[in-house]
Nanobody, 115 residues
Framework: QVHLVESGGGLVQAGGSLRLSCAAS????????MAWYRQPPGKQRELVAG???????NYADSVKGRFTISRDAAKNTVYLQTGTLKPEDTAVYYC?????????WGQGTQVTVSS
């Protein structure tokens, strides 16, 4: 089992930035990839960014060049540094850790961007 706790969300004005953190505990040795998803109000959950155990990253087109995902293996923590936030970035942001057997989800952290 892997337990994930996200933090760093909040209310920010358009143009501002946030740094989201996701701390993993439990059987972290088996984690292959970690990722951030988000679910805007009334919409489906979507992938924001992912990072593999060897540091390969991928991003949704909507955040490419604005957001940066990184991983601190020693702390079992993954980060999502946002750049310039837009109102359409408003969503609940979820951290996901994937092992070869399962996907584990955090409880989510709300990001609200006011115009």
């Amino acid at each position: 089992q892997v337990h994930l706790v996200e933090s760093g969300g909040g209310l920010v004005q358009a143009g501002g930035s946030l740094r989201l953190s996701c701390a993993a505990s439990g059987n972290t040795f088996g984690i292959v990839t970690m990722a951030w998803y988000r679910q805007p109000p009334g919409k489906q959950r979507e992938l924001v960014a992912g990072i593999t155990s060897i540091g390969i990253t991928n991003y949704a087109d909507s955040v490419k060049g604005r957001f940066t995902i990184s991983r601190d293996a020693a702390k079992n923590t993954v980060y999502l540094q946002t750049g310039t936030l837009k109102p359409e970035d408003t969503a609940v942001y979820y951290c996901v850790a994937s092992t070869r057997q399962s996907n584990y989800w955090g409880q989510g952290t709300q990001v609200t961007v006011s115009s």
